[in-house]
């Protein structure tokens, strides 16, 4: 451990506050050279059920892609967390659907899930190797270029894509931005007493409060090998992984390290039972893990926009359905003031806008440039 001074940091953009607001948010505590926080010897920090639910999405994400899969057996997957490849993970009393859009977006936002995994079974598995076209379901390859294959259902929509892309917000962002590094959550019932006095939870070497901040943590790291050296590098349907894809973009150079000290930061301000700091450093991870969403939402519809125009429209499908996924995800975002990049009604007509007619088969790249430049506009960011 090392002791230094707390100082709020954030990537384009500063927290704005008065002199005497500011001496509050700044404060002398033990702050370790990572995410490794110990009581009395013992470790204090856990995050179990976080890996869990991410091993769950990494593993039904390859189901969605098996045509062999029933509804009856995705259903079991996402709604309750069983028919796994290991007991692990069958047993462990967990599941997906408890824990997705919960906080942020409206209880709509869960059905596009449930649908899908009934769209999947009933349209794209039984077409699987047909041939698609307008309004048909089936299998497209474009026959040069990039030479993709995509399974697509009659408009066009990857279903394994959306459903993994939504996940990312309606599941990791939202629990971690809406839920557990809120003050709603952190400070509910007698957290604050409790912390202020060091009463830990039955058996446990951590307060409720430390937990919380932790299993946040989890959401976004829990799959890490080592959370004191995190590479990002674990898996194409995590939020981590596009985070790290964006902290290599020059434009947010930096981010990752940003979101990284302040979890450490504020897990030692809850240690150090400065509320203050805690609150700001959750603030600076809100604002910096929304701009991922956000930027990925407009960069996939510009990146189907550049496959349209090389003709190759597989390639197009694919990125525009992660786009659908990541402009779900807008909901549970959160900027400087505290409100969504979209609301969950400006997202629902986002994407019956791109759905409507034959879908992404009908879609021009003016319509499309235009709604990227619509999110970039809400947003504040400039995608590519």
Known sequence: MKKILLVLLSISSSISCSSDDKNDLISQVLVPDNYSFQRAGSNTVSFLGQTTRLNMAVELKGAL?????????????????????????????????????????STTAKQYFTDWISE????????????????????????????????INGKGLEIDQAFTKGLIGALAADQIINGYLSSAKLDGGTNIEDNNNDVLVEDKPYTTMEHFWDEGFGYLYGKEVDVTSPTLETGDV??????????????????????????????AAIVAKNYSVRDAQAKIIKVNLSKVIGDKAAHYLRAGVSSFEAGNKADAFHFLSEAYGFILSLQFTQKEDGNPYLSNSEVTEKLETLMAGNGFWDRTNVELIAMADEIDAATGLVTK
């Open 238 to 267: 995590l939020l981590n992984y596009y985070l790290n894809s964006l902290n290599k973009n020059e434009s947010y150079t930096g981010i990752a390290k940003v979101i990284y000290d302040a979890f450490v930061y504020g897990r």
């Open 65 to 105: 892609g098996d045509p062999s899969k029933t509804e009856t057996e995705l259903n079991a997957m996402y709604l309750s967390g069983t028919g796994f490849s290991s007991d692990e993970l069958n047993n462990s009393g967990k599941n997906l659907s408890g824990k997705t859009a919960s906080y942020g977006g």
């Open 120 to 151: 999947v079974t009933g349209v794209v598995f039984p077409a699987w190797n047909s041939d698609a076209s307008e309004g048909i379901p089936g299998l497209y390859t474009d026959e040069g270029g990039s030479g993709r294959s995509v399974r």
